[in-house]
């Protein structure tokens, strides 16, 4: 994988994470619900099969984390081999002896540099893994045991949580919008697409996703750019999108049409919401969106949905700062 390949995916992914920061800010569900969430960027057009999420939850939680390599101490000027390189016969020996040990020093911080890359790498294809709570209009979403974010529209504030310390950072936001009715807004910013084959809309049947029946779709689009706009390069692309959608109500969007074309690939190149291209409303279990002509390469956008379960009042806590924690101006 190439630098400019792997800036790109690592990019992308953080796009991804932004979509999901930005929606946790606007949500307002009507009811209790928690899933696990993958999202995942891979080079080239092979998505994953459907019900993929056990695998690729267990693939994240397997990895190392990045404090895991270690980064090698650098060498300090020794006193006594530079007293030494002050007398004529031993002044080389020490002169050696100090370069030897920068040299050294080189040779392991080089070596850590490739080992944090690799897993760098290794933790984009992985993908990342948040878990995510709805409750009423609040949001929680947890990153791992490190950290979480707390959104209470109605009482606007969010809160941030350090798990491992055992803080947390409260802030007012602005008063929670109006709901719009709109499930998509394209931004003036976008890049107008040619759309030169409407998008064809197929159905795959009904499958058990993540444990609950779900509907398939496959969506195909051709579309080409006049210039470079988010993840796409300028030129012709090439869609195919597999969506999986469950009676699950969906907190981050509402009833309505499916996608339009312009508003598919937006979505493709410039991620903006994670909710249904083909039932809004409905909770996406799977979504794959393969695209040639990206900056750095054709890819596929994964989302996955897992280990999902309904909220009460007992789990209103969760959206709360636990006991113990300590404020951290």
Same mark, same amino acid.
């Given at each position: 994988?190439?630098?400019?390949?792997?800036?790109?995916?690592?990019?992308?992914?953080?796009?991804?994470? +932004? %979509?999901? *920061?930005?929606?946790?800010?606007?949500?307002?569900?009507?009811? $209790?619900? @928690?899933?696990?969430?993958?999202?995942?960027?891979?080079? $080239?057009?092979?998505?994953?099969?459907?019900?993929s999420f056990a695998a690729d939850a267990a693939r994240i939680a397997a990895l190392p984390p990045?404090?895991?390599?270690?980064?090698?101490?650098?060498?300090? #000027?020794?006193? @006594?081999?530079?007293?030494?390189?002050?007398?004529?016969?031993?002044?080389?020996?020490? +002169? =050696?002896?100090?370069?030897?040990?920068?040299?050294? /020093?080189?040779?392991?911080?080089? @070596?850590?540099? #490739?080992?944090?890359?690799?897993?760098?790498?290794?933790?984009?294809?992985?993908?990342?893994? *948040?878990?995510?709570?709805? /409750?009423?209009?609040?949001?929680?979403?947890?990153?791992?045991? &490190?950290?979480?974010?707390?959104?209470?529209?109605?009482?606007?504030?969010?809160?941030?949580?350090?798990?491992?310390?055992?803080?947390?950072?409260?802030?007012?936001?602005?008063?929670?919008?109006?709901?719009?009715?709109?499930? /998509? =807004?394209?931004?003036?910013?976008? %890049?107008?697409?040619?759309?030169?084959?409407?998008?064809?809309?197929?159905?795959?049947?009904?499958? #058990?996703?993540?444990?609950? !029946?779900?509907?398939?779709?496959?969506?195909?689009?051709?579309?080409?750019? !006049?210039?470079?706009?988010?993840?796409?390069?300028?030129?012709?692309?090439?869609? &195919?999108? &597999?969506?999986?959608?469950?009676?699950?109500?969906?907190?981050?969007?509402?009833?309505?049409?499916?996608?339009?074309?312009?508003?598919? &690939?937006?979505?493709?190149? $410039?991620?903006?919401?994670?909710?249904?291209?083909?039932?809004?409303?409905?909770?996406?279990?799977?979504?794959? #969106?393969?695209?040639?002509?990206?900056?750095?390469?054709?890819?596929?956008? =994964?989302?996955?949905?897992?280990?999902?379960?309904?909220?009460?009042?007992?789990?209103?806590?969760?959206?709360? =700062?636990? !006991?113990?924690? *300590?404020?951290?101006?």
């Amino acid at each position: 994988m190439s630098k400019r390949t792997y800036f790109a995916v690592a990019a992308s992914l953080a796009i991804s994470g +932004a %979509v999901a *920061v930005a929606a946790a800010a606007q949500a307002a569900p009507s009811r $209790g619900i @928690a899933y696990d969430q993958v999202l995942r960027q891979i080079m $080239g057009t092979t998505a994953p099969p459907p019900d993929s999420f056990a695998a690729d939850a267990a693939r994240i939680a397997a990895l190392p984390p990045m404090s895991s390599v270690p980064l090698p101490t650098a060498p300090g #000027t020794n006193a @006594a081999l530079g007293v030494l390189s002050m007398l004529p016969l031993v002044g080389g020996i020490a +002169a =050696v002896a100090n370069q030897a040990s920068q040299l050294a /020093y080189g040779a392991a911080l080089e @070596a850590a540099e #490739t080992k944090f890359t690799a897993l760098g790498r290794e933790s984009t294809a992985a993908g990342r893994m *948040v878990h995510v709570s709805f /409750y009423g209009d609040w949001t929680r979403l947890d990153q791992g045991s &490190v950290r979480a974010l707390i959104v209470k529209p109605d009482q606007n504030v969010w809160i941030a949580l350090d798990l491992v310390k055992k803080k947390y950072r409260q802030r007012r936001i602005g008063p929670h919008p109006a709901a719009s009715g709109e499930t /998509y =807004v394209v931004s003036t910013d976008d %890049v107008a697409a040619t759309v030169l084959e409407s998008p064809a809309t197929e159905s795959l049947g009904s499958a #058990t996703i993540a444990g609950w !029946p779900a509907r398939g779709y496959r969506t195909t689009a051709t579309f080409t750019l !006049p210039q470079t706009s988010g993840l796409c390069a300028r030129g012709r692309h090439e869609l &195919v999108e &597999v969506e999986y959608v469950a009676d699950l109500p969906d907190p981050e969007s509402k009833l309505g049409p499916a996608l339009s074309a312009s508003q598919i &690939v937006g979505e493709a190149c $410039g991620p903006k919401a994670l909710g249904s291209h083909r039932e809004p409303g409905r909770l996406v279990l799977f979504r794959s #969106t393969a695209l040639t002509g990206g900056l750095g390469g054709d890819f596929v956008s =994964v989302l996955e949905r897992g280990n999902i379960h309904a909220l009460n009042a007992a789990d209103a806590a969760i959206f709360s =700062v636990p !006991p113990g924690f *300590v404020e951290e101006n």
